[in-house]
């Protein structure tokens, strides 16, 4: 199945994207958590949302997931590892799944962890961001993962079933991954290693771990690996008003188009960006009419 659109993110954009793209009864996924936004969930208190004083962000994220239900919005539990051009439409692989839209909006939010130094340069190349997808390429291998997140530790889990040695990375609290072939690493990683293959990863305290590819497990993905042709201006999507990328059929809504990192903001924008693949959509139909 073709999709009319994708959209990739389950917060405050997302959502309105999503709510917008049901009521105009448009044929869409929409991917993410369905814990729908961990930062609006930690909020103590929001004052300059309108018509809601006061609401805690776990009052709003109930509020979404409530109207959520109510209008029958499916969100797909997966994260979108890489999208590519393919003519009129865009293939999105999530995991081992695979998806195609004609058109995006990326509601993905701000990307907290920073990409590693040599992490972009050798992905495909022994980086990987997918578990399930390239596993089975390191069955009896010595590996690195890297996770900034507990929900991620299943994927550990499953690769430390295939590896001969794992080195983990947890890059949080009380990480509960464990094994005989497991090695939890305390210190944080610096670098990747290698020049045609990964070859290493590097310590902060100047050390070095032999491994022979490194799996990033991560709730968000840079832009250079989620979609490497995308316009950024000081590190978010570049927009215009009608929130369109520089790619045909590819919007973008919410903290990841740049500040002000608000709710608002973001519900706003997503509104507009729904509205704009609605016209895109209509224009690209009109011109293949005879």
């Given at each position: 199945m073709?999709y009319?659109?994708?959209?990739?993110?389950?917060?405050?954009?997302g959502?309105?994207?999503?709510?917008?793209?049901?009521?105009l009864?448009?044929?869409?996924?929409?991917?993410?958590?369905?814990?729908?936004?961990?930062?609006?969930?930690?909020?103590?208190?929001?004052?300059?949302?309108?018509?809601?004083?006061?609401?805690?962000g776990?009052?709003?994220?109930?509020?979404?997931?409530?109207?959520?239900?109510?209008?029958?919005?499916?969100?797909?539990?997966?994260?979108?590892?890489s999208?590519?051009p393919?003519?009129?439409?865009?293939?999105?692989?999530?995991?081992?799944?695979?998806?195609?839209?004609?058109?995006?909006?990326?509601?993905?939010?701000?990307?907290?962890?920073?990409?590693?130094?040599?992490?972009?340069?050798?992905?495909?190349?022994?980086?990987?961001?997918?578990?399930?997808?390239?596993?089975?390429?390191?069955?009896g291998?010595?590996?690195?993962?890297?996770?900034?997140?507990?929900?991620?530790?299943?994927?550990?889990?499953?690769?430390?079933?295939?590896?001969?040695?794992?080195?983990?990375?947890?890059?949080?609290k009380?990480?509960?991954l464990?094994?005989?072939?497991?090695?939890?690493?305390?210190?944080?990683a610096?670098?990747?290693?290698?020049?045609?293959?990964?070859?290493?990863?590097?310590?902060r305290?100047?050390?070095?771990?032999?491994?022979?590819?490194?799996?990033?497990?991560?709730?968000?993905?840079?832009?250079?690996?989620?979609?490497p042709?995308?316009?950024?201006?000081?590190?978010?999507?570049?927009?215009?008003?009608?929130m369109?990328?520089?790619?045909?059929?590819?919007?973008?809504?919410?903290?990841?188009?740049?500040?002000?990192?608000?709710?608002a903001?973001?519900?706003g924008?997503?509104?507009?960006?729904?509205?704009?693949?609605i016209?895109?959509?209509?224009?690209?139909?009109?011109?293949?009419l005879?």
């Amino acid at each position: 199945m073709v999709y009319d659109v994708a959209v990739i993110g389950t917060g405050p954009a997302g959502f309105s994207a999503a709510l917008n793209l049901k009521i105009l009864g448009k044929n869409f996924i929409w991917i993410g958590s369905r814990d729908l936004s961990e930062k609006a969930g930690k909020a103590e208190r929001i004052d300059n949302y309108p018509g809601l004083p006061h609401i805690t962000g776990r009052e709003l994220n109930a509020a979404f997931s409530a109207q959520a239900g109510e209008m029958g919005l499916a969100i797909t539990e997966q994260m979108v590892n890489s999208i590519v051009p393919m003519g009129e439409k865009y293939a999105l692989m999530a995991g081992s799944e695979f998806y195609e839209a004609r058109t995006v909006i990326l509601a993905t939010g701000t990307v907290r962890t920073a990409v590693l130094p040599g992490e972009s340069a050798l992905v495909g190349k022994g980086v990987s961001y997918c578990a399930t997808c390239d596993g089975g390429l390191y069955r009896g291998k010595t590996i690195a993962v890297i996770c900034n997140a507990a929900r991620f530790e299943h994927e550990a889990a499953f690769l430390a079933g295939l590896a001969a040695k794992v080195y983990y990375f947890p890059v949080y609290k009380d990480p509960a991954l464990s094994g005989e072939n497991v090695e939890v690493v305390k210190e944080r990683a610096s670098a990747i290693l290698g020049e045609e293959r990964v070859s290493g990863v590097k310590l902060r305290g100047g050390g070095t771990l032999a491994v022979d590819g490194v799996f990033c497990l991560r709730d968000s993905l840079a832009l250079s690996a989620l979609l490497p042709s995308i316009g950024t201006e000081d590190g978010h999507i570049a927009v215009d008003r009608g929130m369109a990328t520089n790619l045909p059929g590819v919007y973008a809504a919410g903290d990841c188009t740049g500040r002000p990192y608000q709710y608002a903001k973001a519900v706003g924008e997503g509104n507009t960006a729904a509205h704009s693949v609605i016209a895109y959509l209509a224009k690209a139909r009109n011109e293949l009419l005879p």
